[in-house]
């Protein structure tokens, strides 16, 4: 178990002294040295290296920006273009499912990897999925507390174990690549996406970090692992005022000493991939931004992975800058194939993009797949099928679950609730829904408001633990006030990137930096009136709920907990005590939020409610 809170003297040796010497090497490596560190190449590395050579020897034009190509299964193309568009990479996100099953799935993505073996080089596809909290988009996999509660384990054993189960479900679904973990650094709650990322601290991220790829990739070439991506490269959590997508204003010292170390920690653990983010540093499109992916990455770092765009990356951040910048793949999605495949062709018959870059990046995606033994074993294999949302999977999973959870407050003994209580009241509709206890990239990319197979709902594990009387009060009536103890459950309802963001562009309404009115009044039905008040709130962020941690004897910060509800009760009735401790400042107002950036531990302008690291025991 590694922990980083309990020693702010850690906290500040990671956050100024670590980087600032890592800052001191990269600007000696940058002003010495432009390429890739020199490596002692094994004898296999040495193999990969010639066979690649004499693939890329043959390979046309055509064939390579192929190889570059990565597109829906179901919407990019049509039958047959996998193999006369020469295609490197079929992904599976939102959309229709790929087949009846996790069968119908193998199925669907073993005719596509056979089309792509019947061209004349064989070249087998990359598979990938945002498989972001377990394998999420196929309902019935084992689904982990999203990164958020991850970081608050504290725990990087359990996240790559956590990870390692999540590739096992991955590849039984015929897929074979992750986009995950995301290591971004969340400067301010308006984001939509803090809960993809474990923390605000630079240290606990670094070192999730290393055990999710580690988790995922395995030797890279292991049976029933998927190759990771670091993303989204670079300064994605770090915009202005939370803008997905927004300008990063950052400068230069501390992106390098605050966002890049997780990223040098994913390179030092053999990341696959690194995908480019949708925002801008310092004015620059990231996804054009040489300096940052080509000096810094690939050169300063050593990175010899894949570096991919973000969707329809091509398109939007730059056309063939993109390339010249040092992306290696191109998301060509929504009506990008044909705009990439032609514009890319085009540039190098003018001389743009020089034939050395194109080279450099079909050499990148060639030894991926490679590494991963995809030649060998390019088919998914069937008897993993049985694993999918296996119990010692969901074991593993509550485990995360019961580790996550953090304890605001806690007064009056209101905690642990004893199983035998005469009464408990449970109130509000996240205390029995797994698709809202689960959040965004949830069965769809922006989550559900209803069951998913396979879940256990946070009411069903009360229900099945409590030996005395348990009440539904799923609209907060306040009818209850004789129990013991209500159990109020509020929160957010799920959403994924941009839709989550507060006030911006194209948030959506109801996300408030506070509560909204109705889940303030299922505090207010119990509150003062009899029974003891445990809060629990469902969210992939801090909110603004100080009036409401007020209200309660016990408040518990239980983020996204996703489909092993159970693990939550198991804390409540004490089976386990709380361990969790914040991955970050938790702001106590709402102009602690609306600045630049909120509460966050390099700054102490803005006092949190509850610092980073905090976290209560009963
Ligand atoms: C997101 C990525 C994701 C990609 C593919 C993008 O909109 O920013 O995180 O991996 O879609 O679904």
Redo the contacts with the bound molecule.
């Keep these: 178990m590694s922990v980083f809170w309990n020693s702010k003297r850690k906290v500040y040796w990671s956050t100024f002294t670590r980087p600032l010497l890592f800052l001191v090497l990269c600007l000696f490596c940058a002003s010495s040295c432009q390429e890739a560190p020199e490596e002692i190449m094994t004898d296999q590395d040495q193999e990969i290296e010639q066979k690649i050579d004499s693939l890329l020897a043959l390979m046309t034009l055509e064939e390579k920006i192929g190889q570059m190509s990565q597109v829906r299964h179901f919407a990019d193309i049509e039958e047959g273009d996998v193999a006369s568009k020469f295609i490197g990479s079929v992904?599976h996100?939102?959309g229709p499912t790929p087949g009846e099953g996790a069968a119908g799935w193998q199925a669907k993505f073993t005719e596509l990897q056979e089309e792509a073996l019947s061209t004349r080089l064989g070249i087998p596809l990359l598979l990938?999925v945002?498989a972001?909290h377990g394998q999420n988009t196929f309902a019935g996999a084992t689904i982990f507390p999203h990164n958020i509660g991850m970081g608050a384990t504290g725990n990087a054993q359990l996240v790559e174990e956590a990870a390692a189960i999540t590739a096992k479900e991955v590849q039984a679904t015929g897929l074979n690549w992750t986009?995950?973990p995301?290591i971004a650094i969340p400067y301010n709650d308006r984001w939509g996406?803090v809960y993809?990322a474990f923390s605000e601290s630079t240290e606990l991220t670094e070192q999730m970090a290393r055990a999710s790829v580690r988790g995922h990739q395995g030797e890279l070439s292991d049976q029933h692992t998927v190759m990771a991506?670091a993303?989204?490269y670079i300064g994605?959590g770090a915009t202005d005022y939370g803008k997905e997508g927004g300008p990063t204003t950052l400068d230069r010292k501390e992106v390098f000493e605050r966002l890049l170390p997780p990223y040098r920690a994913a390179v030092e653990e053999g990341v696959g991939a690194i995908?480019a983010?949708?925002n801008t540093l310092h004015d620059i499109l990231m996804h054009s931004h040489k300096e940052m992916i080509t000096d810094t990455l690939k050169g300063v770092m050593g990175f010899d992975g894949i570096v991919l765009t973000?969707?329809k990356g091509y398109s939007r951040f730059g056309e063939n800058d993109v390339i010249n910048a040092g992306v290696d793949m191109v998301?060509a999605?929504d009506g990008d194939l044909p705009k990439f495949q032609e514009g890319l062709t085009k540039a190098v018959a003018s001389g743009y993009v020089k034939m050395d870059r194109i080279d450099d990046a079909v050499r990148r995606i060639l030894r991926q797949k490679f590494r991963m033994g995809l030649f060998e074993n390019p088919f998914p294999d069937s008897t993993l099928i049985a694993s999918i949302g296996a119990a010692a999977h969901r074991d593993k999973a509550r485990q995360a679950v019961r580790e996550s959870l953090v304890l605001l407050k806690h007064e009056n003994n209101a905690l642990p609730i004893a199983k035998d209580s005469r009464k408990i009241v449970v109130v509000g509709e996240h205390a029995n829904n797994s698709g809202l206890q689960s959040g965004g990239w949830t069965v769809t990319?922006q989550g559900k408001a209803e069951n998913y197979p396979g879940a256990t709902t946070i009411l069903e594990g009360i229900q099945s633990q409590a030996t005395g009387e348990v009440v539904y009060d799923a609209d907060g009536t306040g009818e209850h006030h004789d129990a013991d103890v209500a159990v109020i459950f509020v929160g957010e309802t799920p959403y994924a990137?941009f839709f989550g963001d507060i006030q911006h562009d194209h948030s959506r309404d109801e996300y408030l930096y506070t509560l909204n009115e109705t889940h303030q009044q299922y505090i207010n039905a119990y509150a003062g009136k009899g029974p003891k008040v445990v809060v629990v709130l469902i969210s992939g962020r801090p909110l603004v709920v100080t009036e409401q941690i007020d209200q309660s004897d016990a408040f518990v910060a239980a983020w996204l907990p996703g489909s092993e509800g159970d693990g939550v009760a198991e804390v409540l009735f004490g089976d386990h005590n709380f361990s969790g401790k914040l991955p970050h400042s938790w702001p106590k107002a709402v102009e602690d939020v609306q600045g630049r950036f909120g509460p966050n531990y390099w700054d102490d302008s803005i006092e949190p409610l509850y610092e980073l690291g905090h976290g209560l025991k009963w």
């Design positions: 992904i996100t939102d990938g945002d972001v986009f995950s995301c996406r993809e991506t993303k989204h994605d995908m983010s949708f973000d969707w998301m999605v990319w990137e």
